[in-house]
C-alpha cells in the first residue's frame, strides 16, 4: 500500500539524529542532507549540489525546465532541534511510533514531515512549473551557511513564488498563509558575583549567591505582568491595523481551547490587555530557556555559585531593530545588577 511505503520512507528520514546544534552530530547531518539530495533526483531533479558546508550543507535542486512556466522555490530545512529532555518522550525521538492515527518523532512536525509531504505531493502531481528547491541543514542553528551562500549567489532565490511550510494551521480545519513572522534577538547573561564557588557552611549568610542574583536581575527585566522593563525596547513597536485586528476576531480562535490543547498548562501569562493573538503575533517578548551555574548533579554540593548564566531571547516586531535592541539588552543588564554582569550575543538556535 501506499500509505504503507510514504511511512516507511518518512521514519527512514525521521531516524537520522540531524541534531544541527551539536557538533556530534554534524555526519547525522550530512547524512540527512543526502537523503533529501536522493529524493531531488527521484523526483526528476537534474541539478541537484551541496552547498556552502560539507557537514550541514544547503541541498539545491532543480527540475526540469517548462518553457514558459512560473518558477517556484520551494525552502525547507532537514535539520532538527536537541530532543532533550529524554525521559519526557513516550517514545524515543528518532525511533518514529504510531499513536492515535499521529506519527510521534523528533521532526516530523518541523520541518522533515513538511519537506517530505512536499517532495512526494510533487512527485505525485507532476504540476507544469518550473521548481528549484533549497532545503538547508542549520535552521535550528541561526542559517549561517544559508545566508552566506545567499550573500554570495543571490540567484538562487530568483522566482515568481516562494513555499515554505514550515507553521501550523490556525485552528483545526483552518489552513493558514504565514505573510510575517517575529524576529530573534538570542543572548546569554552572565553575572559573577565573586571570585570562586563558596561553601555555604562557611560563608552562608553573607556570601552573595550567584543564581539568586541572576534571578533578581531577570526579574526587573521582565516584570510578573508581562511588561518586559528594558528602557526603549518598546518606543518603536508597530501595532497592528484596525483592519488586521478585525481580522483576527474572525478567526475560529478560543483562548480556552488553546490553553488546554495547545499550552497544556493551569493558565496564560502576558500583557492581559492584549487579546492572546497580540501576545502570540504582534508584541515583543522576553523568554528565559535555561540558567547554567553552580551545582546540578547527583546528590548534594552545598555551594554558593559564583558565576550563572541564562539563555534568554526576545522575538521582534516591525519597527524593531535587531542592533538597536542588542544595545537596550546591554545597557539594561548592567545598569540592572551591583555585580559583574555581562551580556553576550548568541547565535539564534
Known amino acids: 500500500m501506499d500509505q504503507e511505503r510514504l511511512l516507511r520512507e518518512l521514519s527512514e528520514f525521521?531516524?537520522?539524529?540531524?541534531?544541527?546544534?551539536?557538533p556530534a552530530?554534524?555526519?547525522?547531518?550530512?547524512?540527512?542532507?543526502?537523503?533529501?539530495?536522493?529524493?531531488?533526483?527521484r523526483?526528476?531533479?537534474?541539478?541537484?549540489?551541496?552547498?556552502?558546508?560539507?557537514?550541514?550543507?544547503v541541498v539545491w535542486g532543480q527540475g526540469p525546465e517548462v518553457a514558459g512556466a512560473p518558477t517556484l522555490l520551494i525552502y525547507g530545512h532537514y535539520d532538527v532541534q536537541p530532543p532533550d529532555p529524554l525521559a519526557e518522550w513516550t517514545t524515543p525521538p528518532f525511533e518514529p511510533a504510531l499513536r492515535d492515527g499521529k506519527l510521534y518523532a523528533r521532526g516530523s512536525a518541523d520541518d522533515k514531515g513538511q519537506v517530505f509531504c512536499l517532495?512526494?505531493?510533487?512527485?505525485?502531481?507532476?504540476?507544469?512549473?518550473?521548481?528549484?528547491?533549497?532545503?538547508?541543514?542549520?535552521e535550528e542553528y541561526g542559517s549561517k551557511v544559508l545566508f552566506d551562500l545567499l550573500k554570495r549567489e543571490p540567484q538562487r532565490v530568483r522566482a515568481d513564488a516562494v513555499l515554505v511550510a514550515d507553521m501550523s494551521y490556525v485552528a483545526p480545519g483552518w489552513?493558514?498563509?504565514?505573510t510575517t513572522l517575529r524576529g530573534l534577538c538570542y543572548?546569554?547573561?552572565?553575572?559573577?558575583?565573586?571570585?570562586?564557588?563558596?561553601?555555604?557552611?562557611?560563608?552562608?549568610?553573607?556570601?552573595?549567591?550567584?543564581?539568586?542574583?541572576?534571578?533578581?536581575?531577570l526579574g526587573r527585566l521582565k516584570g510578573a505582568d508581562g511588561k518586559i522593563n528594558i528602557p526603549g525596547f518598546y518606543s518603536t513597536v508597530k501595532r497592528p491595523s484596525q483592519s488586521?485586528?478585525?481580522?483576527?476576531?474572525?478567526?475560529?480562535?478560543?483562548?480556552?481551547?488553546?490553553?488546554?490543547?495547545?499550552v497544556q498548562g493551569k493558565g496564560l501569562v502576558g500583557l492581559k490587555q492584549y487579546s492572546v493573538l497580540e501576545r502570540l503575533w504582534a508584541l515583543p517578548t522576553f523568554e528565559i530557556h535555561g540558567i547554567l551555574g553552580g551545582f546540578t548533579g547527583e546528590g548534594a554540593k552545598t555551594v554558593i555559585p559564583a558565576e550563572a548564566t541564562a539563555k534568554v531571547s526576545m522575538r521582534l516586531v516591525p519597527n524593531q531593530k535587531l542592533a538597536t535592541v542588542e544595545r537596550q539588552l546591554a545597557a539594561a543588564v548592567q545598569r540592572g545588577s551591583p555585580w559583574f554582569p555581562r551580556w553576550r550575543r548568541r547565535v539564534p538556535r
Open 175 to 178: 489552513p493558514a498563509v504565514y
Open 244 to 262: 488586521e485586528l478585525a481580522a483576527w476576531k474572525k478567526l475560529p480562535f478560543n483562548e480556552k481551547d488553546f490553553l488546554k490543547q495547545r
Open 43 to 57: 523526483i526528476g531533479c537534474h541539478d541537484v549540489a551541496f552547498l556552502g558546508s560539507d557537514t550541514h550543507p
Open 187 to 217: 543572548a546569554e547573561i552572565t553575572l559573577r558575583t565573586s571570585k570562586t564557588d563558596l561553601h555555604s557552611g562557611e560563608y552562608g549568610g553573607a556570601a552573595p549567591n550567584a543564581h539568586e542574583e541572576l534571578a533578581r536581575l
Open 25 to 41: 552530530h554534524n555526519q547525522d547531518c550530512r547524512a540527512a542532507a543526502e537523503w533529501v539530495a536522493a529524493e531531488l533526483r
Open 14 to 22: 525521521l531516524r537520522i539524529p540531524s541534531v544541527s546544534t551539536l
Open 119 to 138: 517532495l512526494k505531493a510533487i512527485n505525485s502531481a507532476n504540476p507544469r512549473v518550473n521548481f528549484r528547491f533549497l532545503i538547508e541543514g542549520e
